[in-house]
């Protein structure tokens, strides 16, 4: 099944950009990469998706290299409230199915 | 719209005790997926749904049943819960195949002793 690889934690201080990466070195080329993030221990939430352009939406960018190994997942001006676990998932293709990670742990700093 | 909903909760069964736990959602979604989540941990599929009368097994399927007769609901039954199924349960469903949003339920937190 499709694999990602995220570090473990990082930290941001708060009002920086926060850039998450991951790789995916396994994509096929009709695969989307997505990020999901989770507070607490709520569900995971949406945060955005693409194929292989750059994507930008009310809260984040996507960046995905031109070989579509990796992507980063940015963050503009982090708060506190975006301190979550940040999961990378790839989907599409011949699978029906959404394989979550372990992510990375954020930890926006005051 | 409610979204998705989970029921019960919180749920507490001995060791050899059956339950079932419920899914909704009222989006009209295809899609439905049933994950658990471990302290420190990612989440782990269990069982998906593509369509009314159509399952298929994730990563992590032993322990559980699943089947899919509404659209609307996608019912997960632990037939002899064991303390290794202690977790939380998510539930998601997103609209079909295609690169859409996929949306979770609250969770439901099950403790077998």
């Known amino acids: 099944d499709a694999k990602t690889t995220q570090p473990p934690s990082m930290d941001c201080a708060e009002g920086r950009a926060a850039n998450l990466p991951c790789n995916h070195s396994?994509?096929?080329?009709?695969?989307?990469v997505y990020w999901y993030r989770q507070i607490h221990s709520q569900g995971p939430q949406y945060i955005i998706h693409?194929?292989?352009n750059n994507e930008t939406n009310e809260m984040a960018s996507l960046i995905i290299t031109e070989d579509r190994k990796s992507s980063t997942l940015i963050l503009p001006h982090a708060t506190l409230r975006d301190t979550a676990v940040y999961y990378c998932i790839f989907y599409g293709g011949a699978t029906n199915k959404l394989i979550f990670g372990t992510g990375t742990l954020l930890a926006i700093q005051p | 719209n409610a979204g998705v909903t989970q029921t019960p909760k919180f749920q507490v069964l001995k060791t050899g005790q059956s339950m079932t736990l419920q899914c909704a959602q009222d989006m009209n979604h295809e899609y439905m997926s049933w994950y658990r989540q471990d302290p420190g941990m990612g989440l782990r599929l269990i069982h998906y749904s593509v369509g009314a009368g159509i399952t298929d097994q994730g990563e992590v399927p032993n322990g559980y049943n699943v089947s899919r007769s509404t659209t609307e609901d996608f019912p997960l039954r632990l037939l002899s819960a064991a303390p290794s199924q202690t977790s939380v349960y998510f539930c998601a469903s997103r609209p079909g195949p295609g690169p859409y949003e996929q949306y979770f339920g609250p969770g439901t937190r099950l403790t077998v002793t």
């Open positions: 396994t994509i096929s080329g009709n695969e989307y």
């Open positions: 693409g194929l292989k």
